[in-house]
């Protein structure tokens, strides 16, 4: 996260940057008003950072998402769990990206996967 020298973020764990540049403005002010005191910085210009999404892909538009699942007998791990990730990333791969005006298609590069701390064995 990009936060400026508040005392939030210590500054021996990383770079610090002054505005963000990855998350958009409405995604970054959830963000901050609820993990950072308000206090990170967004660059405006992430907002022309667009994907045209599949009309019947599980998600339809930018933001923070919710999808209830069912598990079985899993405590650490969950295969239901991957094949959900691994069915959305299919979905979005290829999918039309206009980044501040220039347009691709998402690669496997463009997004990152995180696990819970607990469950690396």
């Given at each position: 996260m990009i936060v400026p020298s508040f005392g939030i973020a210590q500054t021996d764990l990383g770079n610090i940057l002054k505005a963000t540049t990855t998350k958009r403005?409405?995604?970054?002010n959830f963000i901050s008003s609820n993990?950072?005191?308000e206090r990170l910085i967004c660059d405006e210009s992430n907002d022309q950072r667009?994907?045209?999404f599949d009309k019947k892909s599980k998600i339809k538009d930018s933001g923070i998402h919710f999808i209830?699942?069912?598990h079985s007998l899993n405590v650490q791990t969950s295969i239901e769990e991957f094949e959900v990730v691994r069915?959305?990333?299919?979905?979005m791969i290829g999918l039309e990206f206009d980044d501040k005006g220039k347009t691709r298609k998402l690669t496997?590069?463009?997004f990152i996967l995180n696990q819970d701390y607990y469950c690396v064995k």
């Open positions: 403005s409405h995604f970054n993990f950072y005191e667009l994907i045209k209830e699942m069912n069915d959305l990333l299919k979905d496997i590069d463009d």
